[in-house]
Nanobody, 116 residues
């Protein structure tokens, strides 16, 4: 079993920055992909960015240039650096891991609120 624990959410003013972290533990099969998803109020959960264990990264258009995803494979941690935050970024942000067996794991989520 794999456990994912997010931290770093909070309240920030528009234009500000936040740094989200995710720590993974347990029986983690590699290679794997770690991702950040978010769920905005009244919307479906959506992918924000992902990073593979080999280092490949992918961003959705709405965060490209503002957010940076990174991971430390040896320590099973992942970070999302969020800059130039907009009130539309207000959401619960979830850490996700999909391993080589295509098993999915989710964190409990961390709230990010951006005030105008």
């Amino acid at each position: 079993q794999v456990q994912l624990v997010e931290s770093g959410g909070g309240l920030v003013q528009a234009g500000g920055s936040l740094r989200l972290s995710c720590a993974a533990s347990g029986s983690i099969f590699s290679p794997n992909t770690m991702s950040w998803f978010r769920q905005r109020p009244g919307r479906q959960r959506e992918l924000v960015a992902e990073v593979r264990s080999g280092g490949y990264t992918r961003y959705k258009d709405f965060v490209r240039g503002r957010f940076t995803i990174s991971r430390d494979v040896a320590n099973n941690t992942m970070v999302l650096q969020m800059n130039s935050l907009d009130p539309d970024d207000t959401a619960i942000y979830y850490c996700h891991l999909r391993d080589i067996r295509t098993w999915d794991y989710w964190g409990q989520g961390t709230q990010v609120t951006v005030s105008s």
